[in-house]
């Protein structure tokens, strides 16, 4: 049985987890700010491509104000990117295929996507690069981007699960060790 990846939506301010929002505006506080009471804190917007990862029955049932969102870069940027960091082409392919098995706990990759309409390469999602945006700036950004795609199930929850796997690791400070040669 086949399982599409994606949905595209077109004028839509319907947003639900799995939805990509491109060039969405995120706020970056200045991390030297000094902390005082009344002190005013340097904010710089930044301009990142992203996925929802808020759920999606807090959308729905609108139990939230804010979505969240992790940032992505398709592959091509992220092969770029390992090249500027000096990696040879044998490790970037290497890097590329770890993040596909899920054993770079703080990326997950998407497939690609081509139809008439849409050419799109696969995505690399960064879960260490979290933000929040206001739901009705999210709406907004969505209707912008028509079209869009929309990650479907089992994908969908595929992302949710890694997602959380991020944020449930629990590092211990000494492992247990049964017999003296572990």
Known sequence: MEYKWYEELTD????????????????ILDPYAKLSEGAE?????????????????DIANKKTDNIVICSLIT?????RQFELAGKKP???????????????VSKHIINNYI?????QDYYIID???????????AKEIAKQNSP??????????HLSQSFAR?????GLPINIQIYSND
Request: aromatic letters at 8%; proline letters at 5%; charged letters at 25%.
């Open 12 to 27: 839509s301010d319907d947003i639900t987890q799995g939805d990509i929002l491109l060039n969405c505006p995120v706020a």
């Open 41 to 57: 804190i340097k904010t710089e917007i930044k301009y990142v491509d992203g996925i929802i990862v808020t759920q999606a029955c």
């Open 75 to 79: 592959k091509a940027e992220a092969e």
């Open 90 to 104: 044998k490790d970037i392919k290497n890097s590329i295929k770890n993040i596909v098995k899920g054993q770079v």
């Open 115 to 119: 139809s008439n309409t849409y050419n």
């Open 127 to 137: 879960f260490n690069s979290i933000y929040t945006i206001p739901m009705q700036l």
């Open 148 to 157: 869009r795609l929309r990650l479907c199930p089992p994908y969908r929850e």
């Open 166 to 170: 991020f944020f449930m690791r629990v």
